[in-house]
C-alpha cells in the first residue's frame, strides 16, 4: 500500500524561497493532520486517559506520602484509604511501587521508541535511498535480526547486562530498529522516484539533503505511527523479560516486574496481580488508540471506504 | 525466481554466521557455567572443575572454540552441553515438534478467527459490531501475555469445577501415563492443548483480524472491485471470488514474517503451561548459562524462519501475477 | 532433643486468610492443616492410615521441580535434591533420614550396622534383600560403593564430594557376603552418613558390567555410566518403568522387593514441574497430587483455598545468613562487624519475610547445629548480634574511635568508611527484602548500603565480589565435616576467607572424633568464638511446605535433603477415594 502516502507529499519548492514554500505547506499540512486526528474519537479519549496517567505517575507519584520501595508496618494489606492498592509482604506501598513502576516503564519504553525510531529511519531511509548493493547489504542485516525471535535474543542479552532501567531499553532497542528499518525503506523507495524528489535532484541538492530535509519529513507519518506504537510494545516485551527473570531489577522497579512478583497471588491478593496489570493494559491499549488515530489522520485512504 | 532464491540464500548465509559468531561470543561472557558445581555444598574437588571446564572447553580461547563448534555443527553435532548427559542437537530435534503442534494449531486458529472477523468488520465498517472487534482485538494486543495466561489457568479450572469432571488440564502436552483408548487419549491431548492454544493464538489473531480488515477495506474500495460491483455482478461473488482473495495474498506474508514473533510467544507459554519445547529449552540453557545449547537454539530457529519467509515470499509469486522478481 | 519443628500451630480459620499487620506469633497463619493436623505432635509419623484402611491400586503424581539429567546421586552432577528424591523409591540404603532429621536403620535392608570400635564399622544384611533381578544384595555393593565415592580408589570418579571417604581403609565381606566390615584409618564422627539415603547402594553386579571392577578406570567407566542411563535395576520397593526426560518419572512395585510393606500403588509419578508458581494450580486441578514447593505467601494462601487438600510446613536444613567479605579492609575491623550485626533485627525481618506464612520461625542461634539437631546451643543471644540494639551498636563503634557515628561513618584511622555492597541471587524476593532490610539498619549507623542482585552466586561469592552477602546453607546431615567446609580457613567454601588457626584446629578435632559428645562441645567452643567475631550472622531455618490432596496417605514432610519420598514405599491412597 505504498500509493497510501500520497496525500502528505506536498508540491515542489519554489527555487526561490524553498524554506518558507515549504513552511507554508508544512503548516497546512500538519492542520490537515491535526483535524483529522481530533475526530479521531478513541484516540482522544485514549490520549486524555494517557496524559492523566502520566501525570499520576510524575506528578501525583513524588508527591504521595510513600517512597518507591519505602517499607511500611502494613504487610499484605488490601485496598484501603492508606494504601489504595494494597502493600505488599513486605509492607511497601503498592500505590507508590505502580506509580515509579510506571514511571520506569515509561522510560523504558520511550527510550526504546526514539533510540530505535531514530535509528531505524536512517538505516532504513539510506538503504532506500541508494538501493543497490549497499540497500541489499543494509537489509539482509535487518533481515536477520528481524528473524531472530525478539524474546529470545532480549532474554540472552538482559541476562549478560543485568536489570538497570537504561539496559534494558538499550536491549530491546538494538532489535526493534530493524523494524522501523523496514517501514522506513518502504516509505523512501515509494517516494524516491516522486517529482519533487528528482525536481530537487535536478537542482543540485546533495544526498543529505535530500535525505533529511526531504525524505525523512515525508516519511513522519508513517514513522510517528510506528513510533507510538513501539512504546506500547516495548512495554510489553518488557514485562515478558520480567517474567522469564530477565527484566528490570531492583533497585529499580517496573510495571513488568511487578507483575511478575505478583503472578501467584491472583486469588490470594488480588490487588497485587490486578493494578500493575492494568496499567501496562491502559498504557499499552491507549497508545495502540493514539496510533491507530494518527495513522487515519496521515492516512485518511486507508480506511475510509469511498460509498 | 529460482535464481532470486538461491540469492536471497547465499546473502543471507554469511550474516548467519557472523550472528551466530556474536551470539556465541555474548554467549561465553554471559556467564561462569560451573556456578552450580560451585554452589554445592560439600562443594565437589577441583579436579572435577577442572575436568568439567575441559569438557566445556572453557580453557580455549574464543575463536577456536567458536569454529570447533561450527565445524561440529555441520557434522550434526551442536557442541558440549552444560548438562553432561544432555544431547542438544537430540534435544531441539524432539522438542521441535512439540513445539511445532503448538505453533501450528495457534496459527490456524489464529488465521481463521482473523479472517472470520476481519472481513466481517471490513465489510460492516463503523458499525457497532467493527467497533466492538476493534476494542477486543485491541485490548489482546495490549495484554502481557503471561497475565492472560495465569487468568486462562484460573478459568480453566473454573470451567472444570462448573462442569464436574477434569476436561482442560494447565500443566504439560498430556498425562502422564496417558489414558487407555483413542477416543479419551485424543480428549486429553485436547485437554491439555485448549489454554496454551487460546493463548498463544489471541495476541497473533489480534494483529491479523486489523491487518485482513485493512487490507480487505482497501481491496473493496479499489478500482477493479468497484468495477464489477458497476459491472452488476452480485455483491457477494464480489465480495468472496474477487476482493477476498485479493485481500488475503499479503496475509501470507505477514504470517510467515510474524514467525519469529510466534517462536517468541512460545517461550512464554511453554514456560507457564509447562510444555517441555523449544522456547522452554531457550529459557533453561539461558539460566544455565550453556553457550552451545543458546547458539545452537538461536542458530536453528534463524533457520526456520528464514526459510518461512523464503517460502512465504516464493508463495506470494505464485499467488499475486503482478509480482515480479528481479 | 530439642523438636523445634514440631512446634506446629493447627488451622486457623478463614481470619487467616488476610494476614495481620502484626504477623508473628498472633497465630495468624497456619502451618499445619487437615491430614497433616498431628505433624505437631507426631511429626515422624504422621498422616499415618492403617494398612486395612488402605486402597490397593491407584496412582499418586508428585512434582519435582527439576529435570534428572544423571542419574548418578553420588557424582558431583547428579548430586542434586530432585534426583536424590527419585533414587530413594528405587536404591537401598543402610540409613535414612527422618523428618525429626534423625538417621534410622533402614530394617528392610539392614539387620544391624554398629561402629564396633572407633574405626571400624559392621554391616549386616538382610538374608532376603535381592536386587530386582534376583541378585543378593550383599557386601560386594558396599565395597563398590565405598569405591566409587575413594578419592584413592576411583581418582577419575566425579563425586560429590561427600565427606569421610578419604579415610576408609576396607571393605570385607564375610558370612556368605551377608555381613560387611569396613575399616578406617581416623574415627569419623559422622559415621553413620556412609550408605545413607544421599549415598546409597548402586549394584556391584550391574557395575561390573560397564568396567572392571579391578581397576580404576574400570570404576570410573562404571560411574560414569551410572550417571548416563536411567535405571533398570532396583533394590528399593519401586522399580523404574518408564522415564520421559524432562517430564516425569513412572515408578511401579518392585517384584522381588523384600520389604516388609509391600507398595500398595499401581504407580509413582514424579513430574518435572519446574516453575513453582504453577504448582498449587496444578494441584487445585488434581493434575498432581503431592507437592513440596518453596513456601511463600501466596503458595501457603492458595493452597489453603483449595478443598480437601492438606498442608504442613516444617523447619528446614536450609538457614539463611548474612557473610562479611574480610577481603574488604574496613570489614577487618571487628569492632565494625559487631557494631553491624548488633544493628541487624532478627525478629523485625522475620516478621517482614517468613514470617508471615510461618509464625514458627524463630532466629537461628548457632552456626553449627539446628535446633532438632542434638548438640544445638545458643552461642548467638549472648553476644547481642542480630538484636538490633542500634545504641548498643554505636556505642561499640565508639568504643572502638569511630566518629560520625550515626551520620557518616568514620574509622579510627580518619578514613570515611565507603559505601558498601549487600548481593543477593536475582529474583529471589525474600532475600531481596533481607537486602534492603539489612540496608537500612546500617543506615542508622551511618554506613551506606547499595543493594546489587546477582546472577551467578556461585561466581560472585568465589570471586569475593561483595561485602556482604545474603545466601542460605544447607546443614548436612553430617554437621562436623559440614562445619569444617564452611569454616576452615583453607577451606573453598569459606568464601568471606575468615581465617582462625584456634577454631581451624578445633573443627579438624572434632570432625575426627570417637567420642560424638566432645566433638559436640569442641564444635560448640568453636562456633561460640566465630559467632564472637561476628563474620556470619545466622538468621532463620528456611520453612518447607508439602501440600497434599486429601485421599493421599502416609505423606508427610521431611525437610531434610532426603526429602518427603524417604518413605515412598508407604505411600497409598486412602480406601474409598
Redesign the interface.
Known amino acids: 500500500m505504498p500509493d497510501a502516502i500520497d496525500t502528505t507529499h506536498p508540491r515542489p519548492a519554489a527555487p526561490a524561497d524553498p524554506d518558507r514554500e515549504f513552511t507554508v505547506e508544512e503548516r497546512s499540512q500538519a492542520q490537515l493532520v491535526l483535524r483529522r486526528f481530533l475526530q479521531h474519537r478513541a484516540a482522544m479519549v485514549s490520549l486524555v486517559v494517557l496524559v492523566l496517567l502520566v501525570l499520576l505517575a510524575y506528578v501525583v507519584g513524588p508527591l504521595w506520602r510513600y517512597d518507591v520501595g519505602q517499607i511500611t508496618p502494613d504487610n499484605s494489606a488490601p485496598p484501603s484509604l492508606a494504601h489504595p492498592f494494597g502493600t505488599d509482604a513486605v509492607g511497601k506501598d503498592q500505590f507508590a511501587q505502580v506509580l515509579g513502576g510506571t514511571r520506569t516503564s515509561l522510560q523504558v519504553s520511550v527510550m526504546v521508541a526514539l533510540l530505535a525510531t531514530f535509528v531505524g529511519t536512517l538505516w532504513g531511509s539510506i538503504a532506500g535511498y541508494f538501493g543497490g548493493w549497499v540497500d541489499t547489504i543494509m537489509m539482509r542485516i535487518a533481515d536477520l535480526v528481524l528473524t531472530l525471535p525478539l524474546i529470545a535474543v532480549a532474554a540472552m542479552l538482559a541476562h549478560n547486562l543485568g536489570g538497570t532501567w537504561y539496559l534494558i531499553g538499550l536491549v530491546i532497542a538494538g532489535l526493534y530498529w530493524a523494524y522501523v528499518s523496514r517501514v522506513a525503506r518502504g516509505v523512501v523507495l515509494s517516494l524516491r522516484e516522486k517529482e519533487f524528489i528528482e525536481a530537487a535532484r535536478a537542482l543540485g541538492a546533495s544526498n543529505t539533503r535530500i535525505i533529511v530535509r526531504h525524505l525523512v519529513p515525508n516519511a513522519l507519518g508513517s514513522i510517528l505511527v510506528n513510533l507510538t506504537i513501539l512504546v506500547a510494545l516495548a512495554i510489553l516485551l518488557e514485562t515478558a523479560l520480567s517474567y522469564l527473570g530477565f527484566g528490570v531489577q531492583v533497585p529499580d522497579t517496573s510495571l513488568g516486574l511487578l507483575v511478575n512478583e505478583a503472578q501467584t497471588a491472583l486469588t490470594t491478593r488480588p490487588w497485587l496481580f490486578y493494578f500493575p496489570g492494568l496499567f501496562i493494559i491502559i498504557i499499552a491499549l491507549t497508545i495502540n488508540f493514539i496510533g491507530d488515530g494518527l495513522r487515519d489522520a496521515f492516512d485518511p485512504q486507508q480506511t475510509k471506504v469511498r460509498q | 525466481m529460482l535464481l532470486y532464491a538461491v540469492r536471497r540464500i547465499v546473502i543471507s548465509i554469511p550474516i548467519l554466521l557472523v550472528s551466530s559468531f556474536i551470539v556465541f561470543w555474548l554467549g561465553t561472557l554471559s556467564g561462569n557455567p560451573l556456578t552450580p558445581l560451585l554452589l554445592r555444598n560439600p562443594p565437589p574437588p577441583q579436579s572435577v572443575l577442572d575436568a568439567e571446564a575441559a569438557r566445556l572447553h572453557l580453557d580455549e580461547p574464543l575463536v577456536p572454540r567458536y569454529l570447533a563448534w561450527l565445524g561440529g555443527v555441520f557434522r550434526g553435532d551442536f557442541g558440549p552441553s552444560v548438562i553432561a548427559t544432555q544431547d542438544i542437537g537430540e534435544e531441539l530435534a524432539t522438542r521441535f515438534w512439540v513445539t511445532m503442534r503448538l505453533i501450528i494449531v495457534a496459527m490456524i486458529v489464529a488465521l481463521v478467527l482473523a479472517v472470520l472477523v476481519g472481513v466481517y468488520t471490513a465489510v460492516k465498517q463503523y458499525s457497532k459490531s467493527d467497533y466492538a472487534a476493534t476494542f477486543i482485538g485491541f485490548l489482546f494486543l495490549a495484554m502481557p501475555s503471561f497475565w492472560l495466561a495465569i487468568l486462562l489457568k484460573q478459568g480453566g479450572i473454573d470451567f472444570n469445577t462448573i462442569v464436574g469432571d477434569q476436561v482442560i488440564y494447565t500443566i504439560g502436552a498430556s498425562s502422564i501415563p496417558p489414558p487407555d483408548g483413542l477416543l479419551a487419549r485424543v480428549a486429553d491431548v485436547a485437554g491439555h492443548m485448549v489454554l496454551p492454544t487460546i493463548a498463544l493464538a489471541l495476541i497473533s489473531y489480534a494483529a491479523w483480524s486489523r491487518f485482513t480488515r485493512a487490507s480487505m477495506l482497501e481491496t473493496l474500495n479499489s478500482d477493479y472491485v468497484r468495477l464489477a460491483r458497476a459491472k452488476g455482478l452480485p455483491r457477494r461473488t464480489v465480495m468472496f471470488r474477487h476482493a477476498l482473495r485479493t485481500a488475503l495474498i499479503p496475509l501470507t506474508t505477514v504470517t510467515a514474517l510474524d514467525m519469529a514473533t510466534i517462536l517468541g510467544g512460545a517461550v512464554i507459554t511453554e514456560t507457564v503451561f509447562q510444555w517441555r519445547g523449544l522456547g522452554d529449552f531457550l529459557i533453561e540453557s539461558i539460566r544455565q548459562f550453556d553457550t552451545y545449547a543458546v547458539t545452537s537454539w538461536l542458530l536453528i530457529s534463524a533457520t526456520i524462519v528464514i526459510v518461512l519467509n523464503l517460502v512465504a515470499d516464493l508463495l506470494y509469486g505464485v499467488l499475486d501475477p503482478r509480482i515480479r522478481y528481479a | 532433643m530439642r523438636m523445634k519443628a514440631a512446634a506446629a500451630v493447627a488451622v486457623a480459620g478463614a481470619s487467616a486468610?488476610?494476614?495481620s499487620?502484626c504477623?508473628v506469633g498472633g497465630g495468624g497463619g497456619a502451618t499445619a492443616s487437615g491430614n497433616f493436623a498431628d505433624c505437631a505432635e507426631n511429626i515422624n509419623n504422621c498422616n499415618s492410615v492403617p494398612e486395612d484402611q488402605l486402597q490397593q491400586g491407584g496412582?499418586i503424581?508428585f512434582a519435582i521441580e527439576k529435570n534428572i539429567?544423571?542419574w548418578n546421586v553420588v557424582s558431583?552432577?547428579g548430586?542434586v535434591f530432585e534426583t536424590g528424591m527419585a533414587t530413594q523409591a528405587y536404591l537401598p540404603a543402610a540409613f535414612d533420614t527422618q523428618p525429626d532429621l534423625t538417621l534410622a536403620l533402614n530394617t528392610d535392608l539392614m539387620v544391624s550396622a554398629d561402629l564396633v570400635n572407633p574405626t571400624t564399622i559392621v554391616y549386616k544384611i538382610k538374608p532376603e534383600a535381592v536386587w530386582s533381578d534376583g541378585t543378593p544384595i550383599s557386601a560386594d555393593d558396599f565395597a563398590y560403593s565405598w569405591k566409587m565415592q575413594s578419592?584413592t580408589e576411583c581418582?577419575e570418579c566425579?563425586?560429590?564430594?561427600?565427606?569421610g571417604w578419604d579415610v576408609v581403609q576396607d571393605v570385607v565381606g564375610s558370612d556368605g557376603g551377608k555381613t560387611a566390615t569396613m575399616t578406617l584409618s581416623h574415627p569419623f564422627t559422622d559415621w553413620q552418613n556412609y550408605f545413607s539415603s544421599g549415598q546409597p547402594l548402586y549394584p556391584a553386579h550391574i557395575a561390573a558390567q560397564h568396567g572392571d571392577l579391578n581397576t580404576p578406570e574400570g570404576i570410573a567407566a562404571s560411574f560414569d555410566w551410572f550417571?548416563?542411563n536411567p535405571p533398570t535395576y532396583s533394590g528399593g520397593p519401586y522399580v523404574v518403568e518408564?522415564w520421559?526426560?524432562?517430564?516425569?518419572l513412572?515408578l511401579a512395585p518392585n517384584p522381588r522387593w523384600y520389604g516388609a510393606t509391600k507398595p500398595k500403588l499401581d504407580?509413582l509419578?514424579m513430574?518435572?514441574?519446574?516453575?513453582a508458581?504453577?504448582e498449587?494450580?496444578?494441584l487445585?486441578?488434581?493434575?498432581?497430587q503431592v507437592i513440596y514447593p518453596q513456601p511463600?505467601?501466596?503458595?501457603v494462601?492458595?493452597i489453603q483455598?483449595i478443598p480437601n487438600v492438606s498442608q504442613n510446613q516444617q523447619l528446614g536444613i536450609q538457614w539463611e545468613h548474612y557473610d562479611f567479605n574480610l577481603r574488604n579492609p574496613f570489614l577487618q575491623d571487628k569492632a565494625l562487624r559487631q557494631a553491624m550485626y548488633t544493628a541487624v533485627n532478627r525478629e523485625d525481618i522475620i516478621?517482614?519475610?517468613v514470617g508471615?506464612f510461618n509464625p514458627d520461625v524463630q532466629p537461628l542461634n548457632s552456626l553449627m547445629f539446628l535446633p532438632q539437631m542434638e548438640g544445638y546451643t545458643d552461642n548467638v543471644t549472648a553476644t547481642g548480634l542480630g538484636s538490633g540494639d542500634v545504641e548498643r551498636a554505636k556505642q561499640i563503634l565508639t568504643d572502638a574511635g569511630y566518629t560520625g557515628v550515626g551520620e557518616k561513618l568514620v574509622a579510627p584511622s580518619g578514613e570515611a568508611v565507603p559505601d558498601m555492597r549487600i548481593r543477593y541471587t536475582?529474583?529471589n524476593?525474600i532475600r531481596?527484602?533481607e537486602s534492603?532490610?539489612f540496608a537500612?539498619y546500617m543506615k542508622q549507623l551511618g554506613i551506606n548500603v547499595?543493594?546489587e542482585?546477582t546472577?551467578?552466586?556461585?561466581?560472585t561469592?568465589?570471586a569475593g565480589d561483595y561485602d556482604i552477602m545474603v545466601f542460605a546453607?544447607?546443614q548436612?546431615p553430617a554437621p562436623f565435616?559440614?562445619a569444617q567446609?564452611t569454616f576452615l580457613s583453607s577451606s573453598?567454601?569459606n568464601f568471606g576467607q575468615y581465617k582462625n588457626p584456634r577454631t581451624d584446629a578445633m573443627l579438624n578435632e572434632a570432625a575426627s572424633s570417637a567420642d560424638k559428645a566432645a566433638a559436640t562441645a569442641t564444635l560448640n567452643e568453636a562456633d561460640r568464638i566465630i559467632m564472637e567475631d561476628a563474620y556470619v550472622l545466622p538468621l532463620y531455618q528456611k520453612p518447607t511446605l508439602i501440600a497434599a490432596q486429601d485421599t493421599v496417605a502416609n505423606v508427610r514432610g521431611n525437610a531434610s535433603l532426603a526429602g518427603p519420598t524417604y518413605n515412598a514405599g508407604e505411600w497409598a491412597l486412602r480406601a474409598g477415594s
Open positions: 486468610l488476610l494476614l499487620a504477623g496412582t503424581t539429567p544423571n558431583a552432577d548430586n578419592p581418582p566425579a563425586t560429590a564430594g561427600n565427606g550417571g548416563k518408564n520421559q526426560d524432562n517430564q516425569a513412572t504407580q509419578i513430574r518435572v514441574i519446574t516453575d508458581t504453577q498449587p494450580i496444578a487445585q486441578n488434581n493434575e498432581v511463600q505467601v501466596d503458595i494462601q492458595q483455598q516478621a517482614k519475610t508471615q536475582v529474583g524476593a531481596q527484602n534492603e532490610l537500612g547499595a543493594v542482585p546472577d551467578d552466586l556461585g561466581t561469592l568465589s546453607w544447607v548436612s565435616a559440614n567446609q573453598g567454601n
